[in-house]
């Protein structure tokens, strides 16, 4: 049986104690418990901006907005992943082009991408299979030769490391799932983080169409790390 909210972990403890010292679980803006979870996410992971969502999905669909998407674009998106690290990309009407996995890892096949690159090629879109990363530095050079996004879909690789760095750490945009079977969870949530802040901005009028929006769109950079 499933039961919302899911009571993993003695999470529901923890929301039961939050609401009980006077808390609101809806938080309008970037503030309270939201920025502290943005704020140490962004630190650990070294980047400069973080939106949390509701989930790992509008996370992906988020980024995929953020880009901007044309009509007849393109992704490469690895073909063995949770359905959303694609199905996410056709609501703006991204055409998917799925890229063969490694039989061993399951992740992305670099050797099989470039020949798959056309001239309405956005992005590469990355999955690391139960933790194991991809070979980013690859996918990044492949992306940096022929001018592409880099999106890592990180929802199987919270604090997974390639090469001494942190999933999350390579991509123009990376995502994570927070969904109650993941490494790291919130009962559902999921959050993206980027350096860009055109991107950032985008994701965040996406979702977060009033007090937030104002506050981003008002005063560029406001939420730089360390800004209040
Ligand atoms: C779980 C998962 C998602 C979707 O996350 P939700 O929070 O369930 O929407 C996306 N991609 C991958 C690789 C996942 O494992």
């Keep these: 049986m499933h039961r919302w909210p899911p009571d993993i972990l ?6 039961k104690k939050y609401i009980d010292d006077g808390n609101s679980l809806s938080i309008r803006d970037r503030s309270g418990v939201i920025k502290e979870l943005e704020d140490r996410f962004a630190a650990i992971h070294d980047r400069k901006y973080a939106l949390t969502v509701s989930s790992g999905t509008m996370a992906l669909c988020s980024a995929f907005f953020a880009m901007d998407p044309q009509p007849g674009d393109e992704i490469i ?14 609501i703006w009407g991204l055409n998917v082009i799925f890229c063969d996995v490694e039989p061993d890892t399951g992740n992305i096949d670099v050797s099989k991408l470039e020949r798959l690159i056309t001239l309405r090629t956005k992005a590469v879109v990355s999955n690391d299979m139960w933790g194991h990363p991809c070979d980013k530095d690859v996918i990044l050079a492949i992306c940096r030769k022929y001018d592409l996004l880099y999106i890592e879909d990180c929802s199987h690789a919270h604090f997974s490391e390639y090469k001494g760095k942190y999933s999350g750490t390579f991509g123009d945009i990376a995502c994570w799932s927070f969904q109650s079977l993941k490494f790291l969870s919130g009962g559902e949530g999921g959050i993206l983080l980027t350096d860009n802040f055109a991107f950032y901005e985008r994701a965040v009028l996406l979702g977060h ?9 008002a005063t560029p950079g406001f939420t730089e790390l360390g800004a209040s």
């Design 209 to 217: 169409y009033s007090w937030r929006s104002l506050q981003t769109a």
């Design 77 to 90: 998106c690895t073909a063995f992943s949770f359905h959303s690290t694609a199905s996410s990309a056709r």
């Design 10 to 15: 003695g999470l529901g403890d923890a929301v």
